[in-house]
Structure formats: structure tokens, C-alpha cells
């Protein structure tokens, strides 16, 4: 096709399908904001009865609800509107498998930040203090009960599940004894590894208010009683011993300047033979792609001081902290594997 020709549907439909992506994504938001999911995880109930419990107009409601059935959330029966079985998993708070509080986080602060892209491609920085006036503004509003608190990080658990048992058979980790997962929220990846591994040890550390979150999802694993928690902050204490650490989704939050004393620590910490174990989802070297990784690369400018980097740019991070050995796997999962042995 020539600039000249009238373009065909098909022509223009992947600029189409960009356009229209984010109506699909604000349904779903909003049918979870509502909790549209959980009151038909085990009953058929229509617009009407809906509509009444939640206080909302009721022709508006059922266009929701028909929005939610052209994406496959929801089915048409007689007796009315139900989940079909992705919703019942994934969307439904009760699911051990919930990926609700991440779709809240995305609804309440990423959609936000994000309208806001503009500006920091002209600044160069975040947004959180243009938003929401300071970045501990939102997550004070999740952590102000113990239920919004637990909602929010049983959402990051959801996501966990999905990305950790990827990461942890990426490379034979059968050789450690104790791992410590720095900021390891829920404990997802301490639980898949150990669940992995029948010889390894787990520490969780993260800070003190996520502790008894992280506990109740310990004590529902097989290897429960091999993994403990540990409160700490791991940038301002000292490490607890273990021949193995890991660090998921956390260097991409920071600036190479904040990065190096971390890894130089983490290195000193370790034994010889001892490994750092790292999650984060890997650009090409050529930045070309993956679309995914380039994205999360965007939701990093708009949302913190890092950014997602190639596995050349983290060589030479963990380089000049002192690891000589330094592999990669990519999963095909949402996060990739990096690891850095101590010599």
C-alpha cells in the first residue's frame, strides 16, 4: 500500500487496537473497583439486583457488565450475569490466585501516573508528587487498615505466583542452603524456591508492617517451616548471613547511584561460592524490544527513579561490585533471572 491508497481495516488495525487498549483495561478496572467479580464468584445475579447493592444506575451497570462479557470476564446465563473461570481465579478478592490488588494499584496510581507521561518525557522524572502530591501519600492509603493493606499486597502475591516459580527453576540453585530475599513483600519467591529446593532454607526480609501479611502466606506453603521473616530495612542494616540473596523487582525502582552501594554490600555479605539472584524483566541489547520490558520501562520513568536495563548494563553493575560470574535466563515469564556468583 502506497501513502496514496485508501488504507482497509486491516491496514490500520494495529494503530486501532493502540487506541483502543486502554477502554478494554479501564472496564476490568472498574468492574474489580466495584466488586462486581467477587459478588458473582458463586451466584448469577442481574443488573437489577447489582445495581441495587451497589447503590449505581442500573442501564449503566448492565452496559458495564456487556463490556465485561466482550472481554470474557463474564457470562450471559438465564439467571443472569457469572464469571466465567478466568474472573473466578484471577479477579476474584477470596482467590488465592487474586490479582485484584494489583488492578487496584494500577486503577489508583499507574493509570494516573501515566496520564501524566508527557511530563516527564519534558522533565525527566517521576510523577508521584505532580499526582498525588507526595509518592508516600498513596501507599499510606494502602496501608491505612489491615484490610486495604492486605488486599494490596495479596495483589503483589497474585503477581508473584505468576512470575517466581519461573525465576527460581531458571537456574540449579539445588547447591545453596539459605536464601534471603531482600524486600521479599509476601514471600512468593522464597516459597517457590523452597517448595523447589527440599534442602534450602528461606528468610524474608522486608519492613516491619508487612510481616504478619507475609506470615499467613508462609504458613499456607508446604515448606512453611523452613522459611521465617526477618523485619529489616536492607538498605539501612546490615545483612543476615546466607549464601544466596535475592533481589526481585527492586533494582529497576533505583538509580545507578543508589544500586552500587547495595550490590558492593550484598557481595561483602556473601561467601565465596556464595550468589546473588536477581529478577527483573530484560530489554535487548539493542533496546528493540521486548514490547513488554519497554513498557515496564515507561511505567518505571512515570512511577520511579530507575528504569529497566539490558543484562549488559546489570554485568557491569554487578562488575564493578565485584562479581566475576554473571549469567542470564529468560523465562518468558514477567520477570527474567539474573545470576552473580562471588568468587
Not at 481495516?9 to 487506541?19: F, K, N, S, T, V
Not at 539459605?178 to 524474608?204: M, S
Request: glycine letters at 8%; aromatic letters at 10%.
Amino acid at each position: 500500500m502506497t501513502n496514496n491508497e485508501s488504507p482497509s481495516m486491516a491496514d490500520a488495525g494495529p494503530i486501532l487496537e493502540l487506541i483502543l487498549a486502554f477502554r478494554r483495561s479501564k472496564t476490568m478496572f472498574a468492574a474489580v473497583e466495584f466488586g462486581i467479580f467477587d459478588r458473582l464468584s458463586n451466584r448469577a445475579r442481574d443488573a437489577g439486583q447489582l445495581a441495587t447493592d451497589l447503590g449505581v444506575n442500573t442501564s449503566a451497570l448492565a452496559r458495564l457488565l456487556d463490556g465485561c462479557v466482550s472481554l470474557g470476564l463474564l457470562t450471559h446465563t438465564e439467571a443472569g450475569y457469572r464469571n466465567t473461570a478466568i474472573a473466578d481465579r484471577f479477579l476474584v478478592r477470596e482467590s488465592p490466585f487474586t490479582l485484584n490488588g494489583y488492578i487496584k494499584y494500577s486503577n489508583e496510581s499507574l493509570y494516573k501516573l501515566w496520564d501524566r507521561l508527557e511530563d516527564a518525557v519534558r522533565e525527566g522524572g517521576n510523577r508521584w508528587t505532580q499526582v498525588f502530591g507526595s509518592r508516600n501519600a498513596l501507599f499510606d492509603h494502602y496501608f491505612r487498615t489491615d484490610e486495604s493493606a492486605g488486599n494490596f499486597l495479596g495483589g503483589m502475591h497474585g503477581f508473584g505466583q505468576l512470575a517466581s516459580p519461573p525465576v527460581v527453576r531458571a537456574f540449579d540453585l539445588s547447591r545453596f542452603k539459605h536464601l534471603v530475599d531482600l524486600g521479599g513483600a509476601t514471600g512468593h519467591l522464597v516459597i517457590a524456591a523452597c517448595e523447589a529446593y527440599p534442602n534450602l532454607r528461606g528468610t524474608v526480609l522486608d519492613l516491619p508492617t508487612v510481616e504478619k501479611f507475609a506470615r499467613a502466606h508462609i504458613a499456607r506453603s508446604s515448606a512453611a517451616d523452613r522459611i521465617d521473616f526477618l523485619a529489616s530495612d536492607f538498605f539501612a542494616h546490615d545483612l543476615p548471613s546466607a549464601d544466596l540473596y535475592n533481589l526481585g523487582r527492586i533494582l529497576h525502582d533505583w538509580s545507578e547511584e543508589k544500586i552500587a552501594p547495595l550490590l558492593r554490600k550484598i557481595y561483602s555479605a556473601l561467601p565465596g561460592g556464595g550468589a546473588l539472584l536477581i529478577e527483573e524483566t530484560l530489554v535487548n541489547g539493542d533496546r528493540s524490544g521486548p514490547m513488554p520490558s519497554l513498557m515496564q520501562d515507561l511505567n518505571m520513568l512515570v512511577c520511579t527513579d530507575g528504569r529497566e536495563r539490558t543484562f549488559s548494563e546489570y554485568r557491569e553493575l554487578l562488575a564493578a561490585a565485584g562479581f566475576t560470574h554473571v549469567d542470564y535466563r529468560l523465562t518468558g515469564s514477567l520477570v527474567d533471572a539474573i545470576l552473580a556468583v562471588k568468587s
